[in-house]
């Protein structure tokens, strides 16, 4: 009876093939790109319906592919998280390569007016997100929007204060013109 050795059981039985290798460095590639990842079921799409998903998508700056669970988990690999509770099932990913919102939306838009396929979840900076994570993250308002409110914010006590400023400034101008009338006109 042979048995095998702790050495053997870890040494591959084949090398990789060369197209996976390719696809594992390709998803590599969009992850390091991406602001975020959206993980969804395509079940029940149709060739015509992922292909509009897919043009959507784009005009929101993602990309969307259909991937094997293993290969995007080994691409994933070397960014520490695991997105394994996520990876069950048919997988398609939607690469958000801007602001991780806009893609998140178009996907839950997508599935609502569809009626098919579902959202696994979704991974944005470095944290894992469920489902209803990311469904709570489509309701947030764009990047840029957010930021426009955050500059608002900001700029709201300063032009008051600048407000304020101008209406002493004016006031202190108008004392000083009267002073000024009123000296001129005893020394006359």
């Known amino acids: 009876m042979t048995t095998i050795s702790e050495a053997e059981k870890v040494i591959p039985k084949r090398d ?3 197209e996976k290798i390719a696809q594992v460095s390709t998803l590599s590639d969009l992850l390091d790109r991406s602001a975020g990842v959206v993980l969804t079921d395509y079940r029940g799409f149709t060739v015509a319906e992922k292909a ?3 043009r959507r998508l784009r005009v929101a ?3 969307y592919h259909v991937v094997k ?3 995007f988990r080994l691409a994933y690999a070397q960014r520490g998280e695991d ?3 996520l990876l069950a099932g048919p997988t398609a990913v939607a690469f958000a390569l801007e602001d991780p919102v806009a893609p998140t939306k178009v996907v839950f838009d997508f599935i ?3 009626k098919k396929g579902t959202v696994k979840g979704g991974i944005v900076d470095g944290r894992v997100f469920d489902g209803t994570g990311m469904e709570q993250l489509s309701k947030l308002p764009p ?3 957010l930021l426009a409110q955050v500059a608002g914010t900001l700029q709201s006590p300063m032009s008051s ?3 304020c400023l101008q209406g002493v400034l004016g006031n202190m101008a108008r004392v000083l013109q009267a002073i000024q009338d009123q000296k001129a006109g005893t020394s006359a």
Do not use: G, I, R, V
Request: proline share 12%; hydrophobic share 20%.
């Open 69 to 71: 669970n293993t290969l």
């Open 143 to 145: 990047k840029q929007q």
């Open 16 to 18: 990789p093939k060369p």
């Open 112 to 114: 609502k007016e569809k």
């Open 161 to 163: 204060m600048a407000y």
């Open 83 to 85: 997105p394994d509770t």
């Open 61 to 63: 700056n993602a990309e």
């Open 52 to 54: 509009e998903l897919t």
